[in-house]
């Protein structure tokens, strides 16, 4: 079914309700937080921070760290 026909179907206050949209809706917050805490990562590593010092100040593991600095290049 399309988005459209859910909402007619539904109404959009209960589509929101529903347990598969709000999982929706919390991943693509945690995708959002962590998108800005990769964006941050260059700034650090001019500043002289090491890999885990950025990891720790960020709250990320340290290969999530590292392979944001090797898709940097």
């Given at each position: ?13 209960d589509l929101k309700k529903t347990r598969f949209a709000q999982e929706l809706i919390a991943e693509s ?45």
């Amino acid at each position: 079914m399309s988005r459209q026909e859910l909402e007619t179907m539904f109404g959009i206050d209960d589509l929101k309700k529903t347990r598969f949209a709000q999982e929706l809706i919390a991943e693509s917050k945690t995708e959002g937080k962590l998108e800005g805490k990769l964006e941050v990562i260059p700034s650090l590593l001019r500043k002289g921070f090491s890999v885990e010092e950025i990891a720790e100040i960020l709250e990320l593991e340290i290969e999530q760290v590292r392979q944001a600095i090797a898709n940097l290049n």
